[in-house]
Structures are given as C-alpha cells and as structure tokens.
C-alpha cells in the first residue's frame, strides 16, 4: 500500500499528438482535395456530393479534443452522496494510476525485480489517461541507460486531467519529485523507439540448451523489459545481478512478438455484461453471417475458475478489471499485490522441466517492507474523522480498478481529412458500408444492454453502469485472424491465431493499431485482417471490391469513432 500521494503524472502537451498524427495519416497517390491534389466531384452512397480522391486515405489521428478520459457522467454527478464516492474513488484510482514507482526509498515501492515501465499511465496515455501508448514512448525516454545523451521522463512535458476541471495544470515530472527512473545497466531493446509503440516482449517457444527454439515446448509468457541491476534505488547486496532477455538472439530465431497496451476506457461497462446477453449476441452475429456468407464463426474464452465468459484483454484472458490490474501491476511493473502476491521469475526462471529455479534470492523483498507489497491499508480509517470517504484505505489494485470501472467510454467526433472537416453525411454513409460489407458482424455497433450495477442503482442507461448500451464495436468473442496476425501464443482457450474483437471506440484517436502496433495506417490493419486463416478474408474482399469513394466514407466513419 502507497501511504504517500504523488501529483498524478499523465498525458502529452498537444503538440506531441499532432506528431503522432503526421506519421498516420498516409496516402501513396492523391486525388481530390481532401487528398491534397486535384478536385474530383462525385456522388457517394447518401447522394451529396464529396470529393474523391483515387486512393482511400486514413484520415490519420484525430487531434482535436474529444474529452476523452472522463468519468461516467453519474460518477461525475455530485448531486448525491453515493456518486460523491463514487467520484472519490474515480479521483483516487486516477491520481495512483498516475504514481511512479520505485524500488525503495521511495514514496512508491515495490518495483522490480523485472519491469517493462514504473507508471501505468506512462503505458496508457493516448489520448488521455486510460488508453494505450503515446506519440513519445516513455519506455525509450524514461527507463534507457543513465548515460548523459538519453532522455529521461524529466525532458517530456506533462499535464494532468483534474475532475471537474476543463483546463490541464503542468505539474512536476519525477525527476522533480526525486524519483529514480533510469538504470545504469539496461540497454534499451532494439524494437523500442522513441516515437514507435509502448511495448511487451513474448517468446512464443522455449529455447533449448543450444539457442536453438524448441516448437515442442510453448512459452508466451511476457519477458520483461528491464530490470532493477544498477539502479541506486535498487539491490544492494552481489547476487541480485539479472541481465535482460535475450531478445536479439530472439528476433534472429523468428522467436519474438509483441503487444501494445489495450486501452481500459468503458471497462467498467464491458465487465458488467452478463454471460446471457453475450451469448445471445453471438447467436445474432451468428445468423448474420450464415445469412450473408461472411464465414465469420467465433468462441468465447472462459475464466478457468468459475467457467464464466472473460472478456479483457487482447485474447479475453482476464476474467474482470479487479484481475486486470492484478496481473497487470505484476507482470509488467513487478509489483506484487493481493492477486499476485509472489515476485514473478521469467518463463526460464520458473519453469523446472528446463532446470529453472526461479529468481535469486537476493532479488527478493528488495522493498524492505514484505508481501505483498501493494495491500490495503485498514489504519488508514482510523485516523480520519467520522463519515469521510476512505478511498485512501484501498489498495492500489482496487483503486485502479475503480478508475477503469467509472471511465468513461470516449466520445465520438467529427473527422478532419487533410486539414478539411468530413461531412456528417459520409460519416454516416459510412457506419452503414461497415456493416454492409461485413466489418460490424464482429465489430458490433452495440453487443447489449449491461444488467444492473450495484455501484449506480438509482440511474441507469447512458452515463450509469446500469442498464447501459455497450457501444464498443466489438463482440468480445474470440476469432481466427490468420497466420498473418498469428502470435502463437495461447492463452485460455485462445489459440495461437485467435484474438478478441478489439473494442474500437476512442480509435479515432489511437496512433498504433492492430495488437503488436505494427502500423499507424488503418488501411494496412484493414488489410492485415486478410490472410490464411482469417475469419475475417472475406469481409476484407468486401472492402476491396468498394469504390474508393465508398472505402474513404469507411475510413472516415472508423476514425470518428
């Protein structure tokens, strides 16, 4: 438990988006003006006139503000006591979500002993608190050698997202706050960027004693970034003295991939849908593409504890946000917690059938302070006056997930292509070609109504957990996506080239698409959906036997989402 709050560190100046939005909006030919080159006039699907260009163009990432990062409306809504907690824990899970950690000596302890970054929010930033990596990856700038050329998390501007306020107020970066965020003895792996995606490392296979990759025996476990070897906040006693994974060694045996952070807006709404409401959803997508010859088919996984449909995550893995940030706190910043409460070796480290011993004992409790090092902390009640809100008294997981339960799903808006507003009527056009065609009988419009929410049961609908649409544009269910896409990583029931529908609000803001963020143009995500295997090969056909102005009015329409 974090006894001392930090001022919540968090997301980019704007200037910083519009960079990111440079680098995704990309077109090989231009053809009317909104393509930069000369006007063509032609009649769309909706019978108004729009320009054409002769290629689609990905209108890129939508820089003006949309509000993303906001609380439901009735947590925000101080007009009773309950939402007034409510909005106090939004405001507290907000704030440690923000936290840097340490190693010890520090107001945050627990780092380590491996790590891929010291924040959540320095992984989920884009567009606002909540989402996934940023134009400028932290990872790159903030954890790399100590060396006098890199950039640390002190040279990036912040600023912070208040409740109830509208304007962003700069605050001190943790540099400032005296915070240790570099290592003396990391290098920064070669697949990580200053300006390219936050990412995890897998090994899909186990390595055999010769370097060689053996298929027979399946890994997938993340291999930590970093580690906590030459930090001054770090071990100080000889034995503690791990390297990082091999990764190059890895990419040369065709024995790597990789993921980007999934965004945790509206998870409070995807995890309060029942089981009921997913599986009669899926017989509808079901018929719908037996009925138009989609060939699109899909599963769900399932928690292996009680057997219930999971959702979260970019294979379903994890059942609920409580298990999320759990495993989350765990595994990418190692941090151990009242879900995992044990120091996480490497998949090596912990796996006896290849001599593994899991890690030293050095590296163990480097803390100070025992296990877990994330716990609630009952004494916080005892010395507040009577009837506060005791948001404090949670533990850093609980917080966290109330900030992902109250989060707001991000708002829809308007498209600029090429410095031009789209017309309402394309975007509309285009809602109903993205079903035509097939891309809604997985990215569902809207999968159901959530049940009741003991958390909101006095409202209900738009704004409420309860008795709420889930626009996510997705149907949580898991689908074949080919060998293209393939991370032969399995997970649950997931197989090595199934994925869940990805939700796609807030996409019209996302800079890196697809799950390992290996384009920043949704044309080629589009296209990756296409390949031996897919579920989704004839939908993308569909999409290629459009007119370019009827691809264009798709693209705009998923980059208003």
Known sequence: ??????????????????????????????????????????????????NSCSVAVDPGVQAASRNAGQPLAHVADNDNNNNAQLNAFFSDGLD???????????????????????????????????????????????????????????????????????????????????VVTCNSTNSV????????????????????????????????????????????????????????????????ANNIVFRIPTPVFGLGLLENVDDSTLLVNRQDNLNTSSSSGFGIAGIFNHNPNDNTISRLGWKAQNKSGQLFAGEAYNVEMGITNLIMQNERPTPDEDNEMIGGLGLPSACLNLSGNGYPEDANNPDASAV??????QAAALDDVS?????????????????????????????????????????GSCHNPSLGMTQMSSYTPTTSGVGSLSLAPVNAFSDLELHHMGTGLADNVQQGFAGGDEFRTSPLWGVGQRIFLLHDGRTTNLITAIQAHSSSGSEASTVVSNFNALTVTQQQEILDFVRSL
């Open 1 to 50: 438990m974090k006894t001392v709050k930090l001022l919540p560190v968090s997301t980019l100046l704007a200037s910083l988006l519009f960079a990111g939005a440079a680098g995704a909006q990309i077109a090989t030919t231009s053809g009317g003006s909104n393509c930069g080159g000369t006007t063509t006039t032609t009649t769309t699907s909706t019978g108004t006139s729009s």
């Open 96 to 178: 440690r979500f923000q936290e840097v950690e340490s190693v010890s000596g520090g107001p945050n302890n627990g780092l380590g002993p491996r790590f891929n970054f010291n924040q959540c929010a320095g992984c989920h930033v884009q567009p606002a608190v909540g989402g996934t990596g940023g134009p400028v990856n932290f990872q790159f700038t903030g954890i790399g050698n100590c060396s006098t050329t890199a950039l640390s998390q002190a040279t990036v501007s912040r600023e912070t997202y208040i409740p109830g306020q509208t304007n962003f107020t700069p605050i001190p970066t943790p540099a400032q706050q005296g």
């Open 189 to 252: 792996p070669f697949f990580i960027t200053k300006n390219g995606p936050t990412r995890e490392a897998r090994f899909p296979f186990f390595f055999n004693s010769d370097g060689t990759v053996n298929k027979n025996m399946p890994n997938g476990g993340v291999e930590d970034l970093f580690t906590v070897s030459g930090r001054s906040d770090g071990p100080t006693s000889a034995g503690c003295d791990i390297s990082q994974p091999p990764f190059s060694a890895a990419n040369t």
């Open 384 to 389: 507040a006056p009577a009837n506060t809100i």
């Open 399 to 439: 917080a966290f997930a109330n900030f992902m339960r109250f989060l707001a799903p991000p708002p829809p808006g308007g498209v600029v292509l090429s410095g031009k507003a789209v017309a309402s009527s394309t975007i509309s056009a285009g809602s109903q070609l993205f079903n035509s065609v097939g891309c």
